[in-house]
């Protein structure tokens, strides 16, 4: 079955950095776009950035310049780099399909403070 297992998060202190990687399986990599998703406490799941089967990028506003989304098909991975951490990036990191399939990873928690 579909299946994405997120890692790689932790605690960073503001500006820091930090490398999130999802492996997948259950289906074709590259026949998908790829996204990453987070859930900060309190707020709904929100899309933040994707990646298309080409290796075209897109990013919602408030991570644009600060992440980097990207792929691997050949190792069945996708990444999010993150630079320039804030407080305000502290959620649960997801990777999903674009649009997002029913089935979700456990996540990974980043968490950005002093």
């Known amino acids: 079955q579909v299946k994405f297992v997120e890692s790689g998060g932790g605690l960073v202190q503001p500006g820091g950095s930090l490398s999130l990687s999802c492996s997948t399986s259950g289906f074709v990599l590259s026949n998908y776009a790829m996204a990453w998703y987070r859930q900060a406490p309190g707020k709904q799941r929100e899309w933040i950035a994707n990646?298309?089967?080409?290796?075209?990028?897109l990013y919602t506003a408030s991570v644009k310049g600060r992440f980097t989304i990207s792929r691997d098909d050949s190792k069945n991975t996708v990444y999010l780099q993150m630079n320039n951490l804030q407080p305000e990036d502290t959620a649960v990191y997801y990777c999903?399909?674009?649009?997002?399939?029913?089935?979700w990873g456990q996540g990974t928690q980043v968490t950005v403070s002093s």
């Open positions: 990646v298309g089967a080409s290796g075209a990028t």
């Open positions: 999903n399909r674009r649009p997002p399939c029913d089935s």
